[in-house]
């Protein structure tokens, strides 16, 4: 597997959901689990994050078709592929500002990466890039090393930065 690329659009916040967009190349004719962490770095108590989660699909990257996807548990999903290339697209709801949750509103997008990043279960310390898609105006305040370029994007080492 290769480096992770999440796409985050923010600009339709007013709804209280980020619509988000995970792409990777796999090994063809696999399957790949994703999880989503059920806590967050400085929070003791084991959270529910998924529960937000909503429209879970999973499609082949260049031709769009549709690929098997089945929750394993309830913050898991597993992708069987024919494909060397997959695509995600699944949107969190968030409207709770709290230091462990996410909240979305037209006027900021707050949340934490244990609320968001879906992350393939066997490979922690892979690279993953984060782009946002922001409303005009909007500022974004982060840890992450900014991508040169155009846009919002984000480098993080693996899923222990991009969490914490």
């Given at each position: 597997m ?6 985050i659009?923010?600009?339709?916040s ?8 995970l ?5 063809p004719?696999s399957?790949?689990e ?5 806590w967050t770095?400085g ?5 529910d994050y ?19 996807s ?20 699944y ?9 462990r ?6 006027d900021?997008?707050?949340?934490n ?17 984060v ?5 005009a105006?909007?500022?974004v305040?982060?840890?992450?090393e900014?991508v040169d370029g155009?846009?919002?994007r ?11």
């Open positions: 290769s480096e992770l690329h999440f796409e659009d923010l600009t339709a007013d709804s209280h959901r980020a619509h988000c967009c792409r990777l190349d796999v090994v004719n399957s790949v994703f999880f989503l962490p059920a770095p929070s003791y108590l084991i959270r998924a529960r937000h989660v909503e429209g879970w699909t999973a499609r082949d990257a260049s031709t769009g078709a549709e690929q098997t089945v929750k394993t548990a309830k913050n898991r999903f597993s992708v069987a592929t024919d494909s060397a290339s997959i695509e995600i697209e949107e969190v709801y968030g409207h709770d500002l709290t230091v949750t996410a909240d979305f509103t037209q900021h997008a707050f949340f990466g244990a609320c968001l990043f879906f992350w393939p279960i066997d490979a922690p310390d892979m690279a993953a890039t782009e946002l898609m922001l409303p105006g909007w500022q305040a982060t840890q992450l900014r155009p846009g919002h984000f480098r993080a080492d693996s899923l222990d930065h991009l969490m914490d």
